[in-house]
């Protein structure tokens, strides 16, 4: 049933290429949002252009579907200055990922709604989601279970 209290929120996902960690912290954000039927807004983006309008990495999208969730549709895009204006909330999926998002939002009013990810699971963490990129397979499913994880908490606190 509709609940009039629900407030609707606005959240994106940042990483560096925006193909392998950021795409899946989407889709399991969307997923969990969607299964309590919360009107919140998700995307992802990254901090650099190398794959702009590409798909998310194939084991991104494997370990995802495995877990009942497909993230085939989701295409690469670059954080802009512009996502300061249109989002409530940006999550950086790690801390070089903070660094350069504050380079871009040098305002301390546009670093207000930026918080590292991993800080919503450890308070006060200023731990990294492992970049998977570097490695092979076997790296996808720690860090969909550290999202899984994370997405959870931000769910509870903010729902
Ligand atoms: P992501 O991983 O930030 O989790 O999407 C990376 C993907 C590509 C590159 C770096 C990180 N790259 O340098 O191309």
């Known amino acids: ?25 989407e889709g399991v954000l969307k997923h969990k949002a969607k299964q ?6 998700i995307d992802s983006a ?7 309008g590409e798909a998310p990495h194939r084991f991104s999208q494997k370990i995802c579907l495995q877990h009942g969730i497909d993230i085939s ?4 895009r670059r954080f802009t200055a512009k996502d300061f204006e249109e989002y ?5 999926l790690a801390l070089d990922v903070y ?10 009013v546009q670093m207000n709604k930026v918080y590292l990810f991993l800080s919503e699971s450890k308070e006060g963490s200023t731990e990294s989601v492992p970049d998977p990129w570097y490695g ?24």
């Not at 990254?46 to 702009?52: D, E, K, P």
């Open 88 to 92: 409530d909330m940006i999550y950086a």
């Open 73 to 76: 549709r989701q295409r690469a």
């Open 99 to 108: 660094r350069e998002i504050e380079k871009i939002g040098y305002r301390q």
């Open 136 to 159: 092979d397979e076997s790296g996808y499913l720690p860090v969909f279970d550290i999202i899984e994880q994370t997405c959870t908490r931000i769910i509870k606190r903010y729902r």
């Open 1 to 25: 049933m509709f609940n009039p209290i629900e407030i609707s929120m606005k959240i994106l996902l940042v990483c560096l290429g925006n193909i392998c960690r950021s795409p899946i912290a």
């Open 46 to 52: 990254g901090t650099n252009g190398y794959h702009i």
């Open 36 to 41: 309590l039927g919360l009107d919140w807004q």
